[in-house]
């Protein structure tokens, strides 16, 4: 489904991202683990297509399709989620409203007719049930006074909607009591297909007590520096980062 | 992020203004220029009462003796008043059938503009003074509302039909020697709206004018006259729109409106005159001097208007509040793009006792737009409890529009209360990446975006006019950010 190969990107003339390969199959769930600063988030929006940086080397094929050449919004129509680690909020712009418009250029380029307003509202109805996010929510504007918990969920509720086929989760968990991590792993659990694959960004070992990944990737310094089963994570959350750091800063500099 | 910037204002050009069409209609015109004998004869053409003609002459004289006013944040080019023709009507074939009969060319310019002069046509909820040029073309559902006792007509016909009305209101909120704009006005004036709604009535329809500049070289001068007797109420909508041109076009106007006790007019304005070509050529230069007074114990006074039209705009609705209890509105959304420039607002004048009054400005800026509000917040001497809340929001859209505020209150008692808030903010790129990633592109979020930042204006808007208003603020914004 995404194949990345060597990529490297540059922000302001600083190399973030050293060369990463990386390749997620439907079905899967992978976890990606990592200090602060070691590259995950621009991951994140390098395969979400966020205009920032120079991407220097490397390509990315998603569905057999050259990623980089596609704009942001088709990125999305053709099934990639991104959930963001800081949602953004839209002041005066309901969640109705707003998911109402994205939901229908989604249908718009499957060629499908725009969800009646009736419809919508039922899909939603089930959306927030399955997802476990108060009905308030979903009057208001777009994480607009939303507390960190509540702008969370709220991703997860627009991923339910959207029925990603790639689903990249930024640093989800962060921030959340074990409570609201419980609903949005949760959440993910019971989008999860054999036809579906998520990328989970996480600091932390925790989240992945609830949602069960098929491999787990070490980033530190812009490169994937381990590769394992879940049992890495464990080993990780035993370990902490600085026995990854030593390992790498050896081979580099030793 | 400069090349970004720079992408911003260069995609600032794509938003394609939709009611530039002309009409190729015979039209009955006078020479260029402004004199006495110009003022003659408009006034002959309309075959107006002499004290219509002395008002218009004494007018120009005062006129005359002013100077265009240069307060404004406005970079104003110099207009050849002598370059200007005062008097165009759309000439209607011979009438055969019935009085009512409309030239079919006419018709179908307004279809175009998407207002159909068919009373069958019509939503039945909307009745409409359809103004071309210097004249009214055609008054849907006049007959209806006079059941009722309401007048609703072109003033040209209301200065034939009910001089005494007229007489005894044209000029009492806004006179002559207001300013140099009106007394412009005031002498040449062509056509405009008259709405009487008797005592004790409340108007069963929206009343609406709308205004087309369609002739070339020509400006346009309307007045408009609202009287609302005692517990009355009406709703009144406008909109206005002109054909694409290289050249500049001036809409002069005058709007007065009358409450009496517990009468409660809205006036709503969807204005979208051309605001000129992406490089600031051409357009209408809009200076208008609309004011309403609250006569009457607790009667009430609401502008709303939608300003996403004219090259230049300088504009100030205003109410002043003189019956106790009466309160006064004005929300208004100012989007300015390309070259536009923009300078307006409100004066809310407390006069009476437990007086209120409302601002919530929008001001949004894109391209090299310059974008002010300026208001005026004044509490007399003897209008004790009055109170005042003014907002005023501007969103800028790239970094190379201006955005201004000239609030000024002055308060002469000591038991008012006047609060004011204002915000700047600029649409976030990150904003329009989180709208991209669920899919909505940039122009929709746009839209989007300003859309919800202006909502509580538009929320203020009959329905009807509300979506209209939403499709318009997202086309003059079409390609601001990249």
Known sequence: MLQIENLKVEIEGKEILKGISLSVKKGEIHAIMGPNGSGKSTLAM????????????????????????MAAEDRSKEGIFLGFQYPIEIPGVSMVNFMKTALNEHR????????????????????????????????????????????????????????????????????????????????????????????????????????????????YDGKI????????????????????????????YG | MEKEQDKIINEVTSGEYKYGFYTDIDIDTIPKGLNEDVIKLISAKKQEPKWMLEFRLKAYKTWQSKKMPEWAHLTIPEINYQDIVYYAAPKQKARLNSLDEIDPELLDTFNKLGIPLEEQKRLTGVAVDAVMDSVSVKTTFKETLAEQGIIFCSFSEAVREHPDLVKKYMGTVVPYTDNYFAALNSAVFSDGSFCYIPKGVRCPMELSTYFRINAAHTGQFERTLIMAEDDSYVSYLEGCTAPRRDENQLHAAIVEIIAEKNAEVKYST???????????????????????????????ISWTQVETGSAITWKYPSCILRGDNSSGEFYSVAVTNNHQQADTG??????????????????????????????????????????????????????????????????????????????????????????????????????????GYAKEVLNKLPMEFAVEAQKLLQISLEGSVG
Not at chain 1, 46 to 69: P, Q, S, W
Not at chain 2, 271 to 296: A, E, H, L, M
Request: charged fraction near 25%; glycine fraction near 10%.
């Open chain 1, 46 to 69: 390098v395969l979400a297509g966020k205009d920032f940086g120079n991407i220097t080397e490397g390509r990315i094929t998603y569905m057999g399709r050259n990623l980089l050449e």
């Open chain 1, 108 to 219: 718009k380029y499957r060629g499908e007719e725009p969800l009646s307003s009736s419809d919508f509202l039922k899909l939603m109805r089930e959306k927030k049930e399955l997802v476990k996010i108060e009905s308030g929510l979903t009057n208001r504007s777009v994480n607009e006074g939303f507390s960190g918990g509540e702008k969370k969920r709220n991703e997860i509720f627009q991923m339910a909607m959207l029925e990603p086929k790639l689903a990249i989760l930024d640093e989800t968990d962060s921030g959340l009591d074990i409570d609201a991590l419980k609903v949005v792993a949760n959440g993910v659990n019971e989008l999860k297909t054999s036809e579906n694959a998520t990328i989970v960004i996480t600091h932390y070992q925790r989240l992945l007590d609830y949602i069960i990944p098929d491999v787990v990737h070490v980033l």
């Open chain 1, 225 to 252: 520096v381990k590769t394992g089963g879940k049992e890495l994570a464990i080993e990780l959350e035993k370990k902490g980062y600085d026995w990854i750091k030593k390992d790498v800063d050896v081979v580099n």
């Open chain 2, 270 to 300: 969807v204005q979208n005159w051309y605001p000129g070509d992406k490089k600031g050529k051409g357009g209408v230069y809009n200076f208008v001097t609309k004011r309403g007074i609250c006569r009457g114990e607790n009667s009430k």
């Open chain 2, 346 to 451: 409100t004066k809310m004048i407390h006069t009476g006792k437990n007086t209120k009054s409302i601002i919530v400005s929008k001001g949004i800026s894109a391209g090299e737009s310059q974008n002010s509000y300026r208001g005026l917040v004044k509490v007399l001497k003897n209008a004790s409890n009055a109170r005042n809340f003014s907002q005023c929001d501007s969103l800028l859209l790239g970094d190379k529009c201006g955005a201004h505020t000239f609030p000024s209150v002055e308060v002469d008692n000591q038991t008012g209360i006047v609060e004011h808030e204002a915000t700047t903010s600029k649409i976030g790129e990150d904003q329009i990446f989180y709208c991209n990633q669920r899919g909505i592109s940039t122009e929709n979020a746009v839209g989007l975006i300003v859309n």
